[in-house]
């Protein structure tokens, strides 16, 4: 009877116990204290996916399908030689510097084609450095694109897009002209067609040479306004530009011919 009387009271000091932890379990242990940050001064790092890789609002292409001026060299950018009727037209693509999306270039040859693309960046610093040397002296505006209130002066910074050159008063404002091509270079066409469209030379389309009427397309190659009756007049002045720029160079210097 004893030995039943110690059993029962055992069952029943273990049924309390359990009882008792499922209604109070113990408590979790406390999470280990994060350290604070040190300041080093310094901003914190942007992920590897956002460096070197600024973003770029470019300009859109043209009606020929390019981005800026056609190709202005008569030579390749890789053999240097003349460009002959066999040239191959390229216009760049998927580039890794978006600067450079949408940009026309021509080379005397395939072979040479896969040379440049093996080292575009090479290349295309000594293609803007001959397009900065060309273009030195007929740069029409007075005024820092970006800086508006800003007149350029000797120390002027030259910025090469799309085969034409742009620019800008300082290196910040040349950033700003990096970060959204497209917007500066709608102001610099509107600046130049501004300037220059009361004393267009001709009243007819350059390349069809019908009148011009309310209806036509106005556009910019290098420093000079063109004007022309259509976009496939248009498009032709963009895919052969020299003759018809030679054409309202004429006329702007009273070659009478050229203005009929």
Same mark, same amino acid.
């Given at each position: 009877?004893r030995?039943?009387?110690a059993?029962?009271?055992?069952l029943l000091?273990? #049924?309390?116990? =359990?009882v008792?932890?499922a209604?109070?379990?113990p408590a979790?242990p406390?999470?280990p204290?994060k350290?604070?940050?040190?300041e080093?001064?310094?901003a914190?790092?942007?992920?590897e #996916?956002?460096?070197?890789?600024?973003?770029?609002?470019?300009a859109?292409?043209?009606?020929?399908?390019f981005?800026?001026d056609?190709?202005?060299?008569d #030579?390749?950018?890789? =053999?240097?030689e003349?460009?002959?009727a066999?040239?191959v037209?390229?216009?760049?693509k998927d580039?890794?510097?978006p600067?450079q999306?949408g940009r026309?270039?021509? *080379?005397?040859?395939k072979e %040479?084609v896969?040379? *440049?693309?093996?080292k575009?960046a090479e290349?295309?610093a000594?293609?803007?450095?001959?397009?900065?040397?060309?273009?030195?002296?007929s740069?029409?505006?007075?005024r %820092?694109?970006?800086? +508006?209130?800003? #007149?350029l002066e000797?120390d002027?910074?030259t910025?090469?897009?799309?085969?034409r050159?742009?620019?800008?008063?300082?290196?910040k %404002?040349v950033?700003? *002209?990096?970060r959204?091509p497209g917007?500066f270079v709608?102001?610099?066409?509107s600046a130049v067609i501004?300037?220059q469209?009361e004393?267009?030379?001709l009243?007819?389309?350059?390349?069809?040479?019908e009148?011009?009427g +309310?209806?036509h397309?106005e *556009?910019v190659?290098?420093?000079k306004?063109v004007? =022309?009756c259509c976009?496939? %007049?248009a498009k032709k002045?963009?895919t052969?530009p020299?003759p018809?720029l030679?054409?309202?160079t004429?006329a702007?210097n009273g070659d009478?011919a050229?203005?009929?």
């Amino acid at each position: 009877m004893r030995n039943l009387s110690a059993l029962a009271a055992a069952l029943l000091a273990s #049924t309390a116990l =359990a009882v008792s932890s499922a209604q109070n379990p113990p408590a979790a242990p406390a999470a280990p204290a994060k350290e604070a940050p040190q300041e080093t001064g310094k901003a914190p790092a942007k992920p590897e #996916t956002q460096r070197g890789a600024p973003a770029s609002k470019g300009a859109k292409p043209n009606v020929a399908g390019f981005v800026g001026d056609p190709y202005p060299l008569d #030579t390749c950018p890789v =053999a240097g030689e003349k460009l002959g009727a066999d040239a191959v037209t390229v216009v760049l693509k998927d580039q890794k510097d978006p600067l450079q999306e949408g940009r026309q270039i021509r *080379f005397c040859c395939k072979e %040479c084609v896969a040379k *440049f693309e093996a080292k575009p960046a090479e290349y295309i610093a000594k293609l803007d450095a001959e397009i900065i040397r060309l273009n030195a002296a007929s740069y029409p505006l007075s005024r %820092c694109l970006v800086m +508006e209130n800003e #007149t350029l002066e000797g120390d002027a910074k030259t910025i090469v897009y799309g085969n034409r050159c742009y620019k800008a008063c300082c290196k910040k %404002c040349v950033g700003s *002209f990096q970060r959204n091509p497209g917007k500066f270079v709608a102001a610099y066409e509107s600046a130049v067609i501004a300037q220059q469209a009361e004393n267009y030379p001709l009243d007819t389309c350059v390349v069809s040479g019908e009148k011009i009427g +309310e209806k036509h397309v106005e *556009f910019v190659v290098g420093s000079k306004l063109v004007r =022309a009756c259509c976009d496939d %007049c248009a498009k032709k002045v963009l895919t052969n530009p020299a003759p018809y720029l030679a054409k309202i160079t004429a006329a702007s210097n009273g070659d009478a011919a050229t203005k009929k």
